[in-house]
Each structure stands twice: as C-alpha cells, then as structure tokens.
C-alpha cells in the first residue's frame, strides 16, 4: 500500500515544520507540500495531488474556507480530502468549512498520536471524530432545514436508508446503528455507500450535515 499523502496549508511556518516532522516519522505518511494561505494550496494540490490536506481557516489572501471548497468542487481533486485545523470546538468557521466540503475537523492544541489518527481515518472516509462529537458540533450551527432541496433529495432514498441516515445524523457509529436496525453492520456499510451516492456527498461527515439539512434531527438548544 502507497503512503498516503498530506499536504500542510497553514500561515504560521513553524507549525507546519512541527506538523511535518511529526507526519513524515510515520512510515505510511508522506508530507508532500506545504502551502501559507488558501490560494497556494489551491494549486499545490492540483500538482501534488495530496490524499489528505490539512487546512487552517484564517490565512491571508485566499482563507480555508474558499481554498476548502474550490479543492472540494474541483473534478481533478475528487480523491482529495480536506481536515480542518481550528484553534476551538466550536469554532464559528468549522461547519462552513464542513458545508464546503471537508471532511472534519482537528483542534490544533491536539496529541501528536490523535493528528496520525485524523489524518488515517479521513484518508478512509471514516468521521474524523465519534459521531457524538460531531453531530453536536453540527447542531450548535444548524438553525433550520433548507427549504426544497433536502426533501427532493430524500426522496429518492428508501424507508431502511431514511432511517439510517436519521442514526447517523444522531450520532450513532455503525455497530449502534446495526443494533437499532437489527442488521448486520456489513449490510449498514451498504446502506451508507447507497446514501453516499444517491446524495451525492463525500463521506460521513457530510450525511451529518444532510440528516439535519433535511429536518431528519433537529438542533440542540
């Protein structure tokens, strides 16, 4: 198996050498570029072609969230997966970042073994945190279900993949929802790769997002 590839885009040049260092000691990571603002990291993806991209949200001439989803509507980076890097939880910033397109996000202030963990798991289309986590993150910021779209959108779902994107916008992980179900988890795996295509999302964090978007959970006051 190939290494999988980061790529580092963060302002602050020593974090990205700290980052680097601490990435490319692991013999299944490769850092293969570094980027100091939105717009070079824009373009060094389209010529590095990273697996993972870890990305900070306030740089200057191009933020994280216009580099996150120019990376993220961009055909030619379709593989690419995109981890936010945020000074706090809850931060204003992560669910635009996470509408965008990436794939979740990472406290800066995290363990040295946590960030492997991040980038292996978003390398895999795994939640980058336990679905508790970051259904509770999404439901600080979701105020109501978009009108229209969501709906439409559901209905090409059937009733057994309706109801396991309910669990998944609850926060269940896939053993918790094979036990809901009373299912295998191999058959929630399927259901999940349905949902994947059939909404047209690119991993768990953004069926979070279309659970709530479609009124499927509500937000927590």
């Known amino acids: 198996m190939s290494d999988v590839r980061v790529l580092l885009v963060d302002d602050q040049a020593l974090l990205r ?32 072609r990273p697996d993972v991209i870890l990305m900070d ?10 580099a996150t989803r120019r990376i993220c509507t961009d055909p030619a980076l379709s593989a690419a997966r995109v981890l936010v890097l945020s000074m706090f939880e809850l931060d204003e910033y992560v669910y635009e970042a996470l509408h965008a397109g990436a794939s979740g996000f990472l406290l800066k202030d995290a363990r040295p073994e946590e960030l492997l963990d991040a980038i292996r798991r978003t390398h895999r289309g795994e939640s980058l945190f336990a679905p508790s986590i970051l259904t509770r993150l999404v439901a600080h910021y979701v105020a109501a279900p978009s009108p229209g779209r969501p709906m439409s959108a559901l209905r090409r779902l059937t009733d057994r993949e309706v109801e396991v994107l309910t669990l998944i916008g609850g926060g269940l992980s896939n053993d918790e929802i094979a036990t809901a179900l009373v299912i295998s988890v191999k058959t929630v795996k399927t259901h999940i790769t349905h949902l994947l295509a059939k909404l047209a999302v690119r991993d768990r964090a953004q069926l979070v997002i279309a659970a709530f978007d479609a009124g499927l959970v509500r937000p927590r006051r």
């Open 17 to 48: 050498h700290s980052l680097a260092m601490i990435i490319n000691n692991e013999p299944d990571l490769t850092v293969v570029g570094e980027a100091g603002d939105g717009a070079h990291a824009v373009a060094h993806a389209r010529t590095s």
């Open 57 to 66: 949200v306030r740089m200057p001439h191009l933020d994280g969230l216009k």
